[in-house]
């Protein structure tokens, strides 16, 4: 199933066209993927650790910063390209046509049955666990360098809160679908609840 978002140029596909889900399937807790469940955390919580102590081993800012970078970009490219694709099924890419428009495709997999390499529950748990709180965590160190006034280190927690962030905006439209979707959600339920309290007056006058 292809959905265009006309306001964006963002797709909604399913990952590798598969079919529907069934209702209510058990999800396996197993690690299946242990290789990418390691380094989904490993790289992050890397650079986040190098950010936190390089300057206790290492008096060259140009190595940390470039340390740091390091890791951030192999986080950026593995979430990106296998380990939201192999943990939780999702897949977020961006492609250009051939009147040189960019557009943006936002993939799911569902599987129609357990033994249909389902996903499992304690990966999902680790993947948004890392994708959530990662970059939550540059977000505060940006605020601390900005505030303790580490104007070089603005450029290194920048890079982190843009790259990780764009990860986790990505995963999000994957996960709820497209934002066309979203706001016409978001209208119904509003409309629903107007008529609701316009029932509920007519009928106390």
């Not at 994957?174 to 107007?194: D, E």
Request: charged share 20%.
């Amino acid at each position: 199933m292809l959905q265009q978002d006309s306001n964006d140029d963002t797709e909604d596909v399913a990952l590798f066209d598969t079919e529907e889900e069934t209702a209510n399937r058990p999800k396996k807790s197993k690690i299946r993927h242990p290789v990418a469940s390691f380094f989904h955390l490993f790289f992050r919580v890397s650079a986040i650790i190098v950010y936190l102590l390089c300057e206790f081993f290492s008096s060259s800012f140009i190595a940390c910063m470039v340390t740091i970078i390091l890791l951030l970009s192999c986080d950026f490219w593995a979430v990106k390209n296998v380990t939201g694709r192999l943990m939780v099924g999702l897949r977020w890419w961006n492609h250009i046509d051939e009147d040189g428009n960019s557009h943006w495709v936002f993939e799911s997999r569902k599987a129609s049955s357990q033994e249909n390499n389902p996903i499992s529950e304690a990966e999902s748990r680790i993947f948004w666990l890392g994708l959530v709180t990662c970059p939550v965590l540059w977000v505060i160190f940006a605020f601390s360098a900005l505030f303790s006034f580490r104007v070089k280190w603005l450029a290194v927690v920048t890079m982190g809160v843009v790259l990780q962030g764009a990860n986790l905006y990505g995963y999000i439209r994957c996960k709820v679908g497209s934002r066309k979707n979203l706001t016409s959600m978001a209208t119904s339920y509003l409309g629903k609840q107007f008529l609701r309290q316009n029932t509920g007056g007519d009928q106390t006058s």
